[in-house]
């Protein structure tokens, strides 16, 4: 009763950041119908470097603002970092820093980057198949499998949900679900909730 309870829950949240992401959009829409006008102010003050760091100030506050958006949709590590990454260019780009501060700023950058390259992975092989984000969009991993998957939901978590209640099955480490001849073993949970996926194809994974 209380893993039902907790579903629905997580899907009304995902429906509110769904709400608030197309809230997000129209002002993004409002804001860039500004700065189109702000446009006559630039050209009236060409030499006014001031002027100019404000309009690309909102610029790029436009920018963070449709990355926050892919982000709350998307709902993986890497939207996180992308946001980030463009939130402390802004901040190097836009505002006049001491020394100090934009050091600090790139060296951020530089640990982001780092993070990204060698301690971020949204899958990798083991003998039997693929491990990844119960997360991972259903699209991506039909393209890491060249394996048709149900589109039951949008996260290959959601789909093993979604089978475990037709099933009348509970979910729990270790627990392996057949999706279109492709086995999908629950490899670690959290508070009830699906983390970490083995993806395994009897013939291997493909693509």
């Given amino acids: 009763m209380g893993f039902f309870f907790r579903n629905h829950l997580l899907r009304w949240t995902g429906f509110m950041e769904v709400f608030l992401s197309f809230l997000l959009i129209v002002s993004v829409v409002i804001a860039t119908v ?8 630039l050209a009236q003050n060409l030499n006014d470097t001031n002027y100019f760091q404000k ?35 802004r901040k190097l780009i836009v505002s006049e820093n ?35 984000s119960a997360a991972m969009p259903v699209a991506e991993a039909e393209k890491l499998l060249n394996r048709p998957l149900p589109h039951q939901a949008q996260t290959v ?3 093993v949900a979604r089978i475990a209640s037709q099933e009348k099955r509970k979910l729990q480490e270790g ?8 086995k999908v073993r629950i490899n670690r949970m959290e508070n ?6 083995e993806l395994m194809v009897e013939d291997g994974p493909k693509g």
Avoid at 70 to 79: C, E, N, V, W, Y
Avoid at 107 to 119: E, G, P, T, V, W
Wanted: glycine fraction near 12%.
């Fill in 34 to 41: 500004g700065l189109v006008l702000n446009l006559y102010g």
């Fill in 55 to 89: 309009f690309l100030g909102s610029t790029m506050a436009l920018i963070i603002a449709l990355e926050l958006i892919k982000m709350i949709l998307r709902d993986t590590i890497g939207s996180t970092i992308e946001v980030l990454l463009i939130a402390i260019s």
């Fill in 98 to 132: 001491d020394t100090l501060g934009f050091l600090i700023g790139i060296i951020a950058i530089a640990f982001l980057f780092l993070i990204r390259k060698y301690l971020f992975v949204s899958e990798f092989s083991t003998e039997n198949g693929l491990v990844v």
């Fill in 157 to 159: 978590g959601g789909v």
């Fill in 175 to 182: 627990a392996v679900y057949t999706v279109n001849g492709v």
């Fill in 192 to 197: 009830g909730i699906i983390q970490v996926l």
